[in-house]
């Protein structure tokens, strides 16, 4: 029996795990796959380690206040050896025809350059970082809405509510459309996918509450993502739990009042372990996979009625030589064809795509010991891999095997031509499509951040830690925000739900 079992070992079910552990609770933690971390994972191709959910991270900077709290947060939970390296800055260069502008920390600096450069816009900029501001503190009250109890919430609804509503329903191309210079525009929305929301659809909150994260500087980890499960694990450990890997949950069991144990498969056995709670963190749509058709009927059907995200492909390059003399650098690239930069690329593979993020992780991390190397991201429609996404039996199909290729020397194309000092250097590629994700990840389609971003997610009651089985809690990226800071706030929220002690860690005391 133990105190809680933790479904997921992404970033959003370790922190769960871990804060449980710190408060002496013994907890059994079940990942499908072989390697513990979620999206924090990495994986190594010859000389060449790669991250896959991971290219920077705010709220880790030695400053006091908010500016540092997820790094203190990291340093509680974990076995303290945690460290960042700061990325440069400014630290994302977007590339529109005819513009490069490097996007700086603090916010401020941002502001500066941006007003330097389009002195006619003054009024728009000013009042485009007014309503960041503004949006920024109605997201705290979102977000306390999907953790806190009824009452609280109904309290909470009626003091602050309003404003965020107000700034949840406003997407972000209404906040965009008062701006007249269609360059700046394009700056201020490009990094759209930093969510996964295209402007159109994006809630303004979140769009300002992500690119607001990297205020106090962008950081990577040092030795990599990797290093997230590496500090956390011994943690939960040392309380007497334990993280089961390559155990797949298949049902949430229920004693007809309220979550009790999983039942799940292990080296081709299925097994059961029971617990006081169960707390779910691979996505709202796989945990209601989990449930039997009594349990919570009515949240499974709602939750059954929300779109899985976007989805995404990644290329995966390998170097050899000096990368960094070749134009490879610290920063992150957001490089488009044009100044529509809210398309997402529906024809992969026979179209170039309308826009790619480039990033070079071994430079981020000082303590890299690989060969260099490059990650090519770019949103794509998943309806182009629908015909896959089955469970694979036996080799992929030579179609899916072709689409990939295509795709991979448009988007190789794409990088060799903003980055040609580095075409003698390349050695290695590799794509990622959404079959990937769906495959070490589980996410449905492939969706690159779970639950699809709209006001709809962040507002929808379903979306909260407790869940309407009792014992049953939901923590990582859908009950909070995409990101690793979201999925990690939304893992210690299930956990203070158990133990409320730690609601007072959260709001930076002591637990
Ligand atoms: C390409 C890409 C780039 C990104 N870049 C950044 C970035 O630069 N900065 C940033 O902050 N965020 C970034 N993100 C987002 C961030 O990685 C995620 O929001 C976050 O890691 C999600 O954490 P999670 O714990 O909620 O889910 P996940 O990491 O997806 O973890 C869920 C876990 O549950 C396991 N699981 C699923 N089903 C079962 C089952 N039945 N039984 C057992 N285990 C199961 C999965 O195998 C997985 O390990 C990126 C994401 C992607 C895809």
Redesign the pocket.
Known sequence: MWDAIV???????LAASAALARRGRRVLV????AVA????QTFRRGDWTFA??????GGVGPQPGPGGQFGRLLQWLGDGSLQFSACANPYDIIHLPGLEFGIAHPESAFRDALLARFPQQRDAIVGWFESCAAARRAAFTLFALHSAPALLAWGLRQWRGGEADRWTHRTLAEELAGITDPQLRAVLGARWADHGAPPAQAPFVEHALVTGSYDAGAYYPVGGPARFAQTLVPTIEAAGGEVRLG???QRILSDGSRACGVE?LCGGQLRREAAGTVIS???VA?TVA?LGPGDAAAWQRTVRGLAPGLA?V?LYLGFDGDVAAAGAGTANHWIYESEDIGAVWQRAGDEEAPGIFVSFPSLKDPASHGKPTAEV?AMVDAAAFAPWFGPAAGPRPPEYRALKDRIAQRLLGQFLRHFPGLRPLLRFHELATPLT?QR????PRGA???IEMSAQRLTSPALHVRSPLPGLLLA???VTS??????FM??LMAAAAMEPALWRRLGGGGA
């Open positions: 479904i997921g070992s992404g970033i959003g079910g079940l990942e499908q796959h971390g979620g999206l924090t896959t959910g991971v290219h920077y991270i155990c797949d949950a799940y963190a691979i996505g796989n989990c995404y990644a991201v994700q070490y990840v589980r996410s690159m951040y779970g990582g990226q859908d995409p990101g690793v800071q979201g999925a939304g893992g």
